[in-house]
């Protein structure tokens, strides 16, 4: 008997051993597994989150980097660069500076280092030498983009990471510098919003040489820092664009699992380590309680066992031992968190422990008692479709002995609801015997939450909840594939509000961001289930309309989007009213691309900007055609001042009394070398919008002077009259301009006559009058240009220090078959002669209105029946020839 104990006892404490700890181990090595893949895959989504983000302002800075570089002319990073020049340029940093909040501002620096622009800055004072940005292009400026080191900006005193593109002259050599800071603040709130757990870490690090450009949590000390050995960074130098890993850091010794990815083509990385303590630190309290419960079963067991190797009279003893450990094993199966079941061969329930039926919704295990579990649990895939019997794993681990295992499965609730887990199916054995399967299931609901929401953020505005540009260029796709298959058009609607900027300035962004939220909902309520609202950032949004069939029905949806957004929108505590300008581009007419579309609707909509904001406009190609000869002309503007490829004509002023020619208007021509010449139509109101205007405005008074000096002195004394736009009353120094005019011409101020509109005199009253009175002063004739078509008032002639009115030829042409022109140009005339003032008619075509005119005591006149605008060699044959009769 005792020789069988020997024996069989042994045997016996070995299979109790094995069905104790291998199922234990299966189960915690399951875990751990799994905790680890989870680890791995948070890490990976939040990675290609920051990833996207990352690459998406690097591309914005990037963009508008060249765009800025593209569009800056060589001459205005000179010292003796024109004040007008330097006004034009600065303005136009500050604007293009305003759409990215991602950075500082821009900076322009010439070839020696100075910053001569910066968006930020009227006057920036700071030099670039020794940044390794401005040298390494200064090196080898054929660079598109530097990146710089992490450096305290010496403009803003802050951690900033410069972006840099060369400026090239007029030869293509290097000119210098355009350069935009990026706040590496903006990418550290970006970074603190990610949860990552108590020792998770974040890095931004260069991919060449591994150098630390940012870190969560912040290390000062190591920004900067290049790599070395570390597993990470040799995956980057090797190739790898994204991955994932594990192992110790040697900057803290803490060991985490690592996703990191390549941020689209830059020089840069990123990287997420959520710390193996954190997430592992539930199964490690789990694993050891259970590996202490289990060890303590084992040691009662065997010590049981060996009590009956001695002696029969232990088998009491040993017997209540056994249920004791029973007793603990049973404790350990109902601590674990984790569903577990026992099924046996036919799929029939052996027992289950409370977590089982806690997670199922099931009150006892009665409840699953002599059901079929697989066909009771596992009834649906993940898809949530009903699921063939063959195709259960569950029924395939129990009839055929293997292991299975679904980390996205679906189970069923007492209830009848859907539930998704994560499970596995181990077979048991006895005896080499296959008699069953235990089950281990767990809930991952929350897990699902959560990548459902790391989806979403993917593909929309986390502020309006609004899809954004990703998700609306897909929409746009679908509804173009559609749309030509139905023969129908897609509209495209680019919406900017109206003003929100000041409604920020002066309220704040929170208030800004509930108005965004509030204006979101209303565009959402007007729209159809087919159609897509999305924001594209800022106050800009982008409303996608499907099956256009009808311009009218188009044009009465923008009417009502306009009307919608116009109401009053109440927030607590107060009420606001904005408005919206919207450009309109449709496919296929305007583009078949989203891009192309995209810029055409931003186009129009700029043109509504233009119309007095608050309306729409449909883009068509006389708009592209306009945008695209705006920017020649702008572009080639001070190549044309510089080559000297302005000129000017002058038409003959003719007393009519005399009949003698008395002066000349200086009217100023393009000469230009692609579309020959030019009228001033065509770019007057391009140089008034870029600020060129004051150079040439300059340019023509030297010029005009120098002329008519040249005819003094060949012994015509005439009057020039040159017009002065009301931008260059408003820049200042017109009184200096009009001096050195007539110092380097040496003509007297008397012969020189300065036409001014009705708008320049009305605005600014204060500062025109001191200023006329100024040059009146000094000489110098003034006459108001265009008199009758603006603000004609007594009250502001009576003001004025003018000489001359210049009656509009509007009135002047049909002044013989118009009795209201005639009655208009009568009252002119006896208005000017009663405060001493000349009065010149122009337009003048025909000798019946010349007739008139002098029936009604007009001074001087000039129009086509005298002479059209001539140039200099022609003006002067036409003083040479006989004196035309006047009548």
């Not at 002077?705 to 736009?725: E, K, P, T």
Request: proline letters at 5%; glycine letters at 8%; aromatic letters at 8%.
């Amino acid at each position: 008997m005792s020789f069988r104990f020997r024996l069989g006892y042994p045997v016996l404490f070995l299979f109790v051993a094995l069905a104790i700890v291998v199922p234990l181990a299966i189960l915690l090595a399951a875990a751990y597994g799994d905790l680890h893949l989870q680890a791995e895959t948070n890490a990976r989504n939040v990675v290609n989150i920051l990833e996207a983000r990352l690459e998406s302002t690097l591309r914005r800075a990037q963009a508008g980097l060249e765009e800025l570089a593209a569009e800056t002319p060589p001459e205005a990073l000179s010292p003796s660069a024109p004040p007008a020049l330097r006004r034009h340029v600065q303005l136009h940093v500050a604007l293009h500076a305003r759409h990215f909040p991602e950075i500082t501002g821009y900076r322009l620096i010439d070839r020696e280092g100075v910053v001569r622009y910066a968006s930020e800055i009227e006057s920036p004072r700071a030099n670039a030498l020794g940044r390794s940005y401005f040298e390494d292009l200064r090196k080898d400026p054929t660079q598109s983009l530097v990146f710089s080191e992490v450096a305290v900006g010496r403009m803003a005193g802050r951690q900033q990471l410069y972006i840099a593109t060369p400026l090239r002259d007029a030869h293509g050599g290097f000119a210098g510098v355009a350069m935009a800071p990026l706040e590496l603040a903006y990418v550290q709130a970006l970074f603190d919003g990610v949860d990552l757990g108590p020792g998770g870490v974040i890095t931004f690090r260069r991919a060449d040489d591994g150098r630390l450009v940012l870190r969560r949590p912040a290390q000062p000390d190591r920004v900067n820092q290049t790599l070395s050995n570390n597993p990470m960074h040799m995956r980057i130098e090797a190739g790898e664009r994204e991955g994932a890993i594990r192992y110790e850091a040697a900057i803290d010794q803490v060991e985490r699992v690592y996703a990191y990815k390549r941020v689209g083509s830059y020089p840069f990385y990123v990287a997420a380590g959520i710390a193996t303590r954190d997430y592992l630190a539930h199964w490690q309290r789990d694993a050891l309680w259970a590996v202490g419960a289990a060890t303590l079963f084992l040691c009662a067991l065997g010590a049981l066992l060996g009590r009956l190797h001695f002696t029969e009279l232990g088998r009491k003893r040993a017997a209540r031992d056994l249920q004791a450990s029973e007793d603990r094993f049973q404790l350990l199966l109902h601590s674990v968190g984790e569903g577990i079941c026992g099924i046996d061969r036919n799929g029939r329930h052996l027992f289950c422990n409370p977590a089982a039926l806690q997670i199922l919704g099931f009150t006892s295990e009665a409840d699953l008692q002599g059901k079929d579990i697989p066909g009771l649990l596992h009834t649906h895939d993940a898809a949530g479709q009903p699921l063939a019997a063959d195709n259960c794993l569950i029924r395939r681990a129990v009839a055929v002995g293997t292991a299975v295992h679904s980390s996205d499965g679906l189970f069923s609730r007492a209830d009848g609801s859907l539930l998704p887990v994560r499970f596995d199916a181990y077979p048991l054995v006895k005896d080499d015997a296959h008699v069953g399967a235990v089950l281990l299931f767990a809930d991952i609901t929350e897990r699902r939450r959560n990548e459902a929401r790391i989806e979403f953020l993917a593909h929309h505005d986390p502020l309006t909840a609004l899809p954004n540009r990703l998700l609306a260029e897909d929409r746009f796709e679908q509804a173009r594939a559609l749309a030509s298959r139905a023969g129908e058009r897609v509209a495209l609607l680019f919406l900017d509000l109206d003003g929100f900027k000041t409604i920020n300035d002066s309220l704040g962004h929170d208030v800004g961001d509930e108005m965004l939220k509030a204006l979101a909902t209303r565009l959402r309520q007007q729209l159809r289930e087919a159609d897509t609202v999305c924001r594209l950032g800022g106050d800009e949004f982008l409303v996608i309309l499907p099956g256009v069939r009808e311009l009218d029905g188009l044009t009465q949806r923008i009417a009502r989007l306009l009307a919608s957004v116009e109401a009053p929108i109440v927030l607590p505590g107060r009420q606001l009213s904005t408005s919206v300008s919207i450009g309109v581009a449709l496919f296929p007419g305007d583009g078949r691309d989203f891009t192309t579309l995209m810029k055409k609707a931003d186009t129009a909509m700029y043109y509504a900007k233009d119309a007095g904001r608050n309306t729409y406009r449909l883009f068509d190609e006389a708009m592209n055609q306009h945008v695209q000869e705006s920017l020649r002309l702008r572009s080639n503007f001070q190549r044309g001042l510089n080559n000297g490829e302005f000129v000017l004509h002058f038409q003959p002023l003719l007393d009519l009394r005399s009949g003698r020619v008395v002066g000349a208007e200086a009217l100023v021509r393009w000469q230009d070398p692609e579309r020959g010449l030019l009228p001033p139509g065509l770019f007057i109101p391009v140089a008034e919008s870029s600020g060129m205007i004051v150079p040439l405005g300059a340019w023509v008074l030297g010029e005009a002077c120098r002329q008519a000096a040249a005819w003094r002195a060949a012994g015509h004394n005439l009057v020039v009259a040159v017009n002065i736009s009301a931008i260059q009353f408003k820049r200042g120094g017109i009184e200096q301009t009009v001096a050195e005019a007539l110092r380097d011409s040496g003509l007297p101020a008397h012969l020189l006559e300065i036409e001014l509109t009705e708008s320049t005199l009305l605005h600014q009253t204060d500062v025109v009058l001191a200023t006329l009175h100024s040059l009146r002063e000094s000489g110098v004739r003034l006459s108001i240009d265009d008199f009758g078509t603006g603000y004609s008032s007594l009250a502001y002639l009576k003001r004025l220090a003018v000489n001359k009115l210049k009656i509009d030829q509007s009135f002047v042409r049909d002044l013989t078959s118009d009795p209201e022109d005639s009655a208009i140009v009568r009252a002119i005339i006896d208005m000017a002669h009663s405060l001493n003032l000349t009065t010149i008619a122009e337009g003048v075509e025909n000798e019946d209105v010349l007739a008139v005119l002098r029936q009604f005591g007009c001074d001087e006149a000039q129009g086509y029946h005298f002479a059209r605008p001539l140039p200099e060699a022609d003006f002067g044959r036409y003083l040479e020839a006989p004196e035309p009769a006047v009548g």
